[in-house]
């Protein structure tokens, strides 16, 4: 089966991950399944985990699900939740793990779903497309939490002005209501090199989908599933998800002592969790050109070691 998108830095994930015949292979964002499809080709088992019901509705047809023992098993759970499913299904360790963080292709090119401001459609972005949707936070938030979640989640240094002027605009029903209503506040120009909204439609889809939590919570659970030799490889593509990853594998190996408050720290003559940390893989030329998305991709990949996992702090 091909998957309908082009999955960013292929070649580098699957060398990262180096999936040796039979290894068992955690795909923490199944997606349209382009991770999956190469390392089911080299011959890995996955586990694969996707919060939203139509990619694991379309993953059901692949004919690797089938059979009493199906090379593809799907989950559909938050990838946050990968301890306690793995353990559901009896396996204690698995031998790499992928994560390729954030929205993904299918959803930003369904303008049902909500998540993108070039399509108008319901203002939802709901992965899971379950509890409150963009416009349920929008419509009913003060404006000072709007403000804070600009901020924080889309790097907006014109926050309140954009909260006021949604605020001010309720009750916003679409994509197109939201967009409008930033564009006007900002000040947009057609044809700029950079739609103001991109960074407001970031910052409240990583807040309805606690995107940034899971995250870190995910990162800490593959530290406990993880064996001795495996590997973790994860693709980020703004610098607040890079931003945790880096500093989440810089405390692990013990390079970065105490400076993330959320994440544990290995402590003063600790034994590192993860060694052999990769410097941060970008697409080239030739990748970019075929697939814009990759530009501001990232990919950080380390090894586990023998030290039995942190717990969380």
């Not at 559901?88 to 299918?106: K, N, R």
């Not at 030290?307 to 969380?312: F, L, S, V």
């Amino acid at each position: 089966m091909n998957a309908p998108h082009i999955p960013v830095l292929l070649d580098e994930v699957i060398d990262v991950l180096g999936p040796a015949q039979d290894a068992v292979i955690i795909d923490a964002t199944f997606g349209a399944g382009g991770y999956t499809r190469a390392l089911l080709d080299a011959g890995a088992r996955v586990h694969a985990f996707d919060r939203d019901p139509d990619a694991i509705t379309a993953g059901r047809e692949w004919p690797e699900t089938q059979g009493s023992e199906p090379r593809l098993v799907l989950h559909a759970r938050r990838f946050s939740e990968m301890v306690a499913a793995m353990a559901e299904t009896g396996i204690e360790q698995v031998d790499g793990v992928v994560m390729d963080i954030g929205v993904s292709s299918m959803q930003l090119d369904q303008a049902g779903r909500g998540f993108a401001f070039s399509m108008d459609g319901p203002l939802d972005m709901r992965m899971s497309q379950e509890g409150d949707s963009a416009a349920d936070f929008l419509n009913t938030a003060d404006e000072a939490a709007i403000a804070d979640v600009l901020y924080l989640y889309g790097e907006e240094r014109q926050s309140r002005r954009v909260a006021r002027a949604i605020v001010a605009a309720r009750p916003l029903t679409t994509t197109g209501d939201l967009a409008r209503i930033v564009r006007k506040a900002l000040g947009y120009r057609q044809g700029a090199p950079k739609d103001p909204a991109t960074r407001t439609f970031q910052a409240v889809r990583i807040h309805v989908n606690a995107e940034l939590d899971e995250l870190k919570q995910a990162l800490h659970a593959s530290e406990h599933l993880l064996r001795q030799g495996a590997r973790l490889a994860v693709v980020s593509f703004h610098s607040l998800e890079d931003r945790i990853v880096k500093r989440f594998l810089r405390d692990a190996s013990g390079g970065n002592a105490r400076v993330s408050r959320h994440l544990p720290d290995i402590g003063e003559g600790a034994q590192p969790t993860f060694t052999g940390l990769s410097k941060a893989i970008r697409a080239g030329d030739a990748e970019i050109a075929r697939n814009p998305r990759s530009r501001s991709a990232i990919l950080r990949g380390a090894t586990r070691t023998a030290t039995a996992a942190r717990e969380a702090t």
